[in-house]
């Protein structure tokens, strides 16, 4: 429905996909940060603020 609109406005190249991947990425990348900056060698809070910011 919207991707051929997308797709005469932006370019092939774009779809409907792309928005809804980028507004995603915006959302965990937003939520990533809020969680705060951990250490890489605490892999397990890593994991648990990677699950959290995309559940």
């Known amino acids: 429905m919207y991707s051929p609109y997308i797709r005469e406005v932006m370019g092939e190249e ?4 792309y928005f809804r991947t980028q507004s995603e990425t915006m959302i965990a990348s937003i939520a990533l940060a809020e969680l705060g900056v951990v250490n890489k060698e605490d892999q397990k809070l890593l994991d648990e603020n990677i699950k959290a910011a995309i559940s």
């Open 14 to 17: 774009f779809s409907a996909k």
